[in-house]
């Protein structure tokens, strides 16, 4: 065997013991070289201006623009609105090329500390390769939003090594669990520890909110990735696609049928993005119910067909990200470590740059 071949073998051992903090580490180093230089933006700070962009869907009614940018300014920024973000194609918030030009532009701004989606729908797809990825690497700075920008934080981070946030969008509600969470991360600079809201029973016997559970025990350690699985799944072949070994993969969706659920796994599985991975933690899958036919599956199996049974690595679900009121920001590209049974991920270093 040469040289070569021996090391790739030992490197190939060392991820599958992905299960443990040891191996996932040894996975992600292997694997360090396919993937950019991690890149992290510079922290926000209160009087910051923040550019207001739609990548996706349009809006119909002026409202939801003044709610975000009362949300946006109450947050302590100014706000720099794209300038078609009042644009219309058909459902979408413009043209392609004037929703990329959009982001384009507000990362070659430099009075832009930050970039945040107005929204999500869909779309983002659409302008994913019209992006100025040289530009953005040479530029970097805080882009967030969830759903369907995870085609953009995932595109981002996979091409620059920029580190992405999924995060509550402008016109998001701003809650004080979603606000603390945000600021935690990306104004204070805090390797923080991220957890569901203590969850409140009342006068219940026992709380059914804000729960999480454990579908398989354990810790692990590995670099976060994911976001919503249909669009995700979307990527799957492209250049896009970033290398999930030794990953921590987050998964939320919404208004899915199960089968659909069932078949973004599958693309998932069958694009290698579940082969080496060091954990799973899944969200809200809002509103993914059977559908109609004669029977299905529940999400309960179709975990476990893709998580549990083949796999020996972390996984707990219940997380507070996704289609749901109270939402963590979860760093792309960004080092933690999993633990399924207490449901939570503890950064293992700051995700934004706390000094100039």
């Given amino acids: 065997m040469t040289p070569t071949r021996r090391l790739f073998a030992q490197q190939s051992l060392a991820a599958l013991g992905a299960g443990t903090a040891l191996a996932a580490s040894a996975a992600s180093s292997s694997v360090s070289s396919r993937r950019p230089a991690l890149l992290l933006p510079r922290r926000l700070q209160p009087g910051d201006t923040i550019g207001l962009v739609a990548p996706s869907h349009a809006f119909f009614e002026r409202e939801p623009f003044e709610l975000a940018f009362e949300t946006v300014q109450a947050m302590g920024f100014k706000v720099k609105p794209g300038a078609h973000l009042r644009a219309r194609y058909g459902q979408f918030a413009g043209t392609d090329a004037q929703r990329a030009a959009d982001v384009n532009t507000m990362f070659a701004d430099d009075s832009v500390a930050g970039i945040l989606a107005l929204r999500g729908g869909s779309g983002c797809s659409r302008i994913v390769d019209k992006l100025d990825y040289d530009l953005i690497k040479a530029r970097p700075k805080f882009f967030g939003g969830f759903s369907d920008l995870t085609a953009l934080t995932t595109a981002i981070h996979a091409r620059t090594g920029l580190v992405t ?68 799944a979307g990527l799957a072949g492209s250049r896009f696609w970033p290398d999930f070994r030794g990953a921590i993969l987050f998964l939320e969706d919404v208004n899915e049928p199960i089968y659909k659920i069932d078949s973004c796994l599958s693309t998932l599985r069958l694009a290698g993005a579940l082969d080496q991975l060091a954990g799973v933690v899944l969200g809200g899958f809002t509103k993914c119910e059977p559908g109609e036919g004669y029977g299905s599956l529940t999400l309960d199996e179709v975990f476990d067909d893709y998580f549990v049974k ?47």
Avoid at 198 to 206: I, K
Avoid at 325 to 345: C, S
Avoid at 346 to 355: A, E, H, K
């Fill in 165 to 232: 946030f999924h995060c509550p969008m402008g016109a998001a509600e701003w809650n004080a669990y979603s606000l603390n969470n945000f600021r935690q991360l990306v104004m204070e600079g805090e390797a923080a520890l991220l957890r569901n809201p203590t969850p409140e029973r009342g006068d219940a016997l026992v709380a059914k909110n804000d729960r999480t559970r454990a579908l398989r025990g354990g810790k692990a350690r590995g670099h976060l990735l994911g976001g919503n699985l249909s669009v995700l």
């Fill in 310 to 356: 083949p796999m020996n690595i972390p996984v707990y679900r219940g997380a507070s990200f996704g289609h749901i009121k109270r939402q963590l920001t979860l760093p792309l590209g960004a080092a933690a470590e999993i633990d399924a049974d207490a449901g939570t991920l503890q950064l293992l270093q700051p995700v934004v740059l706390t000094q100039a």
